[in-house]
């Protein structure tokens, strides 16, 4: 959250924050805390005025910046696992409703324990970009539904 503070200094025209949920769909104990920690991103951002699509514009409801409802951001790498593989030279389990998965970070690392390096949270900001955008729409309806909320903002 300090990072997004810093963020208010200027003026922008959007903000999107991605953050694991840290628990399945149907968590609302998570879910809950989820939603409070983008009510006070949402409260602390200073938009640009110069947007049509800044949060205190009276058509604009306040929750301008949009979560990306996943349990945990590896299930991304269970939706796509071929950049994944080849970084780390394994196969992963072909899983086909990979929100559905548990534990998909344990699973990730199991699955490089024998390896010469074993997963960490780290390792996801050089292979988010290699990820196939078709397969996480067709694999993740989270994926799909945030798509969807970010074409509807970005028409206005």
Do not use: C, W
Request: no cysteine; net charge neutral.
């Amino acid at each position: 959250l300090r990072r997004i503070m810093e963020v208010q200094r200027e003026n922008i025209d959007a903000l999107i924050v991605v953050r694991d949920l840290d628990g399945l769909r149907n968590d609302q104990h998570q879910l809950a805390l989820r939603k409070e920690f983008f009510r006070k991103v949402n409260a602390s951002v200073n938009f640009s005025t110069r947007s049509s699509r800044r949060v205190d514009a009276p058509s604009r409801p306040r929750n301008f910046v949009r979560l990306l409802f996943i349990y945990e951001l590896e299930v991304l790498f269970l939706a796509d696992p071929q950049p994944f593989e080849e970084y780390f030279e394994v196969r992963l389990p072909r899983i086909p409703e990979p929100e559905t998965v548990v534990e998909p970070k344990e699973l990730l690392r199991t699955a490089t324990y024998q390896g010469a390096e074993i997963y960490a949270e780290h390792h996801a900001r050089h292979l988010l970009p290699k990820l196939d955008f078709n397969l996480l729409i067709e694999q993740l309806p989270s994926f799909t539904r945030f798509i969807k909320d970010l074409e509807a903002i970005l028409k206005e």
